[in-house]
């Protein structure tokens, strides 16, 4: 892999989500498949969202996504059932990361338009799922392999 085909976040989504006015990280429902109903997240049903409003918290989350997207070495399975997301704003810029940890997948998605993927080794799971139970949201049962 030469270093212009590397692993990493695009440019400016990784400091947008640092800098964030308002971050959101979602519990998806991966069982309900992608509708184009309203009120879901990239077509994924949104089981609950936890609002993350300390700045320590948006720090541990974001080093584990970095952390996740630099050790994966190129696997991807075939499949997308995601179960989580991640919405994040600040003045008039937006990104939404639609997260597959099961098939190692982020769908990135810059001002309501798909524009980048990444891989990810499931290593940021347990501190998303962290998150989001202590906000009390529900998460999605995973498969057994």
């Not at 992608?34 to 948006?58: K, Y």
């Not at 940890?101 to 799922?129: G, H, N, T, W």
Request: hydrophobic residues 40%; contains cysteine.
């Amino acid at each position: 892999m030469s270093p212009d085909d590397a692993n990493r976040l695009p440019d400016g989504v990784g400091e947008l989500l640092a800098a964030a006015d308002r971050t959101e990280l979602l519990s998806l429902d991966p069982d309900a498949g992608p509708t184009r109903e309203p009120g879901h997240f990239w077509s994924w049903r949104v089981l609950g969202t936890a609002t993350v409003e300390q700045p320590d918290v948006r720090r541990r989350l974001l080093a584990a996504l970095e952390r996740g997207v630099a050790e994966n070495t190129g696997w991807v399975r075939a499949c997308f059932t995601p179960r989580h997301g991640i919405r994040a704003a600040r003045g008039g810029a937006s990104v939404d990361l639609v997260v597959c940890f099961e098939c190692a997948q982020v769908y990135i998605y810059r001002d309501c338009k798909l524009s980048d993927s990444v891989r990810v080794s499931d290593s940021p799971e347990p501190v998303f799922d962290q998150v989001l139970t202590a906000a009390g949201v529900p998460l999605a049962p995973k498969r057994a392999e």
